[in-house]
């Protein structure tokens, strides 16, 4: 479960500077691009780390990088060949640099690098090229036997591959949607991911196929079950038969796994302690046997690893990118951890059974006793898979309901993330356009960067971490609707307990009145300003998106001006909060209801509750935040580059030192990272 900008577009437009670095020869902005901007993130810290240490975040980082082809595939079946074309177009063209024609292709193949494949990393919307079909055919005709020189045999090939790309590309009834979350519609067939698959385009594999498929392997007594389908594409074959294609070594993926192992296999000769040596070695073994019963132990012993210093994901973890919520994008993150800053962490960990006595929900849906939960601040070394180039700014795992309930969950909140997103946002006039008076402003200014933390903190280490499952309940009760209930629980819990005074008093606030930034920013993004990352006419469909809406909408429609309202002034309109306290009651209330649904895997209110709340857009009120927003000139979506860790070797091939370097651009990274 991760925490994607919590307080979305206000977050980043609104931060102040809170760390003070060196910024000679660093230049933050790299890219800029359709919707997007590209960033560069800092390390600090990472100079002063051991050779040891800086050895294994080295070979860390080369499988952090090694699967990105798996989420490409994972993304589209045709991802990677669409990948391999545009590039190899883009390395040879020797034609009009300064054409139309030319800029819009160079903008559509960044669009395809930003978001692994041909759909759009937020709204999963298909990207409609703005380059000409004769300049793409053109270019085909041109290079094709340099991008598939094994592929192509003859005319006719050719031709039928040139048409199929052209349908995949231009055409936008073709896979229109890589996660589709319509109501009523079948999930399987309308959504254009390779999780599932067909082998037949006349028997297409359906929802309820899926659906029938999971349900029978579940056994609703098994009080530690493994997640099933988390790492395997769900194929049909021409005689009805469904069976697992396993994402293992030798089996689907197997090529880019053994690249991993072996990276895995290096970074474990130089591994902090016994610890980290036996959290590879287990993850490798999962990786070799596709065992979840493996991944299982890998998690746990994951989650139980407290006290090393570096650390890292990889594998198959989350489930936003299947509408059912059962396969897992491939990802990792490489870290370590900010000493001091995770001390704030740690407060609220060892507080966490007391934020669970306290909750508002009803007693038989609370922990009686909160085990293993710890959380950690943390500088991101190196982003791979669904964490690049966007990535979250706060993750909690393991997802597996019977682990967090046994053995606890770790959370981690990125801070040099965050930091680079606050330095990009300074003085951009944001919050002059949509924050309400100058009292908002100013709070935001002084309370507003501390109080983003704290909800990250909250919504990873306690939030995510807190109720429990009714006995029979299955993790996945919810359905397509799942994430969005989760996330909405977790926010819920965060929001609940900042306008709480324990927070002042454990010394996490300054005072009573400092929740207060956190809660107007989160009422003003999940009512207006995240409609600025929707297209005109579009549904909200992103989990983490329809969440805050829910939200922000469930309290505005159940507690009328008493809370908070949108009022007009000068034709525009704002958020106005009229009461904090009984702002705070509204999130307690949807807490206590949110717990329940999720609880008791009630699926009918988990639907109602997002249909009626979550997706739905004023069309009036959403053609005002963007000709608002459009006056502002900024990109809604920003990413980043990685670093580039470089060894020093003696003349032996031994590693005496581990260069970091800032210095490579967007384009450039794409590149390399497609050659290798």
């Known amino acids: 479960m991760r925490n994607i900008l919590c307080t979305?577009?206000?977050?980043?437009?609104?931060?102040?500077?809170?760390?003070?670095?060196?910024?000679?020869?660093?230049?933050?902005?790299?890219?800029?691009?359709?919707?997007?901007?590209?960033?560069?993130?800092?390390?600090?810290?990472?100079?002063?780390l051991s050779l040891q240490q800086k050895q294994y975040i080295y070979y860390l980082s080369q499988a952090a990088v090694a699967g990105r082809d798996i989420l490409f595939d994972q993304n589209n079946r045709y991802n990677l060949t669409i990948r391999t074309l545009l590039e190899t177009m883009y390395v040879n063209y020797t034609g009009d640099k300064t054409s139309n024609d030319f800029r819009q292709?160079?903008?559509?193949?960044?669009?395809?690098?930003?978001?692994n494949g041909i759909h759009h990393h937020y709204s999963t919307d298909k990207f409609t090229p703005k380059f000409s079909?004769?300049?793409?055919?053109?270019?085909?005709?041109?290079?094709?036997?340099?991008?598939?020189?094994?592929?192509?045999?003859?005319?006719?090939?050719?031709?039928?591959?040139?048409?199929?790309?052209?349908?995949?590309?231009?055409?936008?009834?073709?896979?229109?949607?890589?996660?589709?979350?319509?109501?009523?519609?079948?999930?399987?067939?309308?959504?254009?991911?390779?999780?599932y698959y067909s082998e037949s385009e006349e028997n297409p594999l359906t929802q309820q196929e899926v659906e029938d498929f999971y349900n029978a392997m579940r056994n609703p007594d098994d009080k530690t079950p493994i997640s099933y389908g988390l790492n395997s594409r769900l194929e049909k074959l021409p005689s009805g038969a469904l069976f697992e294609n396993v994402w293992r070594l030798y089996g689907m993926y197997g090529e880019q796994i053994e690249?991993?192992?072996?990276?895995?296999?290096?970074?474990?000769?130089?591994?902090?302690?016994?610890?980290?040596?036996?959290?590879?070695?287990?993850?490798?073994?999962y990786y070799k046997t596709g065992d979840l019963r493996k991944f299982d132990e890998y998690s746990i012993a994951w989650v139980h690893d407290t006290q090393s210093h570096v650390d890292f994901v990889n594998g198959f973890i989350e489930t936003y990118g299947d509408p059912l919520g059962i396969k897992a994008s491939w990802e990792s993150i490489v870290n370590f951890k900010n000493v001091e800053a995770t001390k704030r962490a740690e407060l609220i960990c060892s507080n966490a059974q007391w934020f669970e006595n306290h909750s508002p929900v009803d007693s038989q849906f609370k922990k009686k006793q909160v085990k293993g939960v710890s959380a950690k601040v943390i500088t991101v070394a190196m982003l791979g898979g669904d964490c690049y180039p966007a990535t979250p700014i706060g993750i909690n795992l393991p997802n597996s309901n019977w682990i967090r309930e046994m053995h606890g969950s770790k959370s981690v909140t990125i801070d040099n993330i965050t930091d680079a997103y606050d330095r990009a946002s300074q003085g951009n006039g944001f919050a002059e356009e949509f924050m309400y008076s100058a009292v908002e402003i100013d709070r935001r200014k002084r309370y507003g960067k501390l109080g983003d933390d704290l909800h990250t903190d909250l919504h990873e280490c306690v939030g995510h971490g807190s109720g429990q499952l009714l006995p029979g309940v299955s993790q996945d009760a919810l359905k397509a609707y799942g994430a969005t209930i989760e996330e909405a629980r977790a926010d819920l819990f965060a929001l609940y307990y900042l306008a709480d005074p324990k927070l002042v008093e454990l010394g996490l606030l300054p005072h009573n009145e400092a929740f207060k930034a956190e809660?107007?920013?989160?009422?003003?993004?999940?009512?207006?300003?995240?409609?600025?990352?929707?297209?005109?006419?579009?549904?909200?469909?992103?989990?983490h998106m329809r969440n805050r809406a829910l939200i922000a909408r469930w309290v505005l429609a159940h507690n009328g001006a008493n809370?908070?309202?949108?009022?007009?002034?000068?034709?525009?309109?704002?958020?106005?909060v009229n009461d904090y306290g009984a702002l705070r009651t509204a999130f307690g209330n949807l807490l206590a209801e949110i717990q329940r649904i999720k609880s008791t895997g009630d699926y009918d209110a988990a639907k109602a509750l997002v249909e009626q709340y979550g997706v739905k857009i004023d069309p009036t009120l959403h053609a005002e935040v963007l000709a608002r927003y459009k006056t502002l000139n900024l990109a809604p979506y920003k990413g980043f580059v990685n670093p580039v860790y470089t060894p020093v070797l003696n003349k032996k091939g031994d590693i005496l030192d581990v260069k970091i370097d800032y210095t490579e651009g967007y384009t450039e990274q794409m590149l390399r990272y497609g050659k290798q």
Do not use: C
């Not at 690249?259 to 073994?285: C, F, G, R």
């Not at 809660?519 to 549904?539: A, C, H, P, V």
């Open 105 to 115: 292709f160079e903008t559509y193949l960044k669009q395809v690098w930003f978001a």
């Open 519 to 543: 809660y107007y920013n989160y009422m003003m993004n999940g009512l207006l300003t995240q409609l600025i990352r929707i297209e005109q006419g579009k549904d909200i469909e992103e989990s």
């Open 259 to 285: 690249t991993i192992i072996t990276w895995l296999e290096k970074a474990k000769t130089v591994a902090e302690n016994d610890s980290q040596k036996h959290i590879i070695s287990l993850l490798i073994e």
């Open 133 to 195: 079909k004769e300049f793409f055919t053109e270019q085909f005709n041109a290079f094709a036997e340099k991008a598939f020189p094994h592929l192509i045999g003859d005319a006719n090939t050719k031709t039928m591959l040139r048409e199929k790309f052209v349908s995949v590309i231009f055409d936008p009834a073709v896979m229109p949607k890589r996660v589709n979350q319509a109501e009523g519609a079948d999930l399987i067939q309308t959504s254009a991911n390779n999780y």
């Open 563 to 576: 809370a908070v309202e949108i009022v007009e002034r000068d034709g525009n309109h704002f958020v106005r």
């Open 8 to 48: 979305s577009i206000a977050s980043f437009a609104l931060y102040t500077n809170t760390m003070a670095q060196n910024t000679q020869e660093f230049n933050l902005h790299v890219d800029r691009f359709a919707d997007i901007e590209v960033l560069r993130y800092q390390v600090p810290g990472f100079e002063e």
